[in-house]
């Protein structure tokens, strides 16, 4: 069974510094990986999905990087921003089409 | 605009009582999606539907039915049988075939009275 683990549980960085969020998984069997926001109370806002066949993935200042092999994922942001602060997730979808979430990394950007 | 429309945004049952929580959708997706999220921890599958009825158990489908009647529409609900139904529910869609990415609406909180 499919196990994706977010590490740390909280990150709290000055404005302007660039970051790098980690998202590792344990069966490299996947469709696709995706990185989403949540602000609180809120539902989820897809940011970025990197299919299986590739390496990254870009939009903006974030960039989403997957690497199969060693069972892990990050996403880079440049240029942090205090509108940044939400928890980042990430999901891997697999051959029954469901998504396997992690537990997610709560950002705070500091002004 | 297209989206996902989750109602209500909070809703308190009774014990022993079932509630219906509604999730419409606009975008002509084929895929529907129920999740529940506990506080600090990620997502988990309830119960999701590939198409109109018919639907299949996701991880923690017990105390849970659902209805895929129109394409549409896709309603949870939690039965008495939940025993820990107190949580953030989330609804999602997504167009058909392994590489598209689930949307989400904006969620309905549930509390136990």
Known sequence: KQEVTQIPAALSVPEGEN???NCSFTDSAIYNLQWFRQD??????????????????TSGRLNASLDKSSGRSTLYIAAS???DSATYLCALSGSARQLTFGSGTQLTVLP | DGGITQSPKYLFRK???NVTLSCEQNLNHDAMYWYRQDPGQGLRLI???QIVNDFQKGDIAEGYSVSREKKESFPLTVTSAQKNPTAFYLCASSMSGKNQPQHFGDGTRLSIL
């Open chain 2, 47 to 49: 119960y999701y539907s």
């Open chain 1, 19 to 21: 970051l790098v969020l």
């Open chain 2, 15 to 17: 014990e022993g009582q």
């Open chain 1, 81 to 83: 921003q205090p509108g």
């Open chain 1, 40 to 57: 609180p109370g809120k539902g989820l806002t897809s940011l970025l999905l990197i299919q299986s066949s590739q390496r990254e993935q």
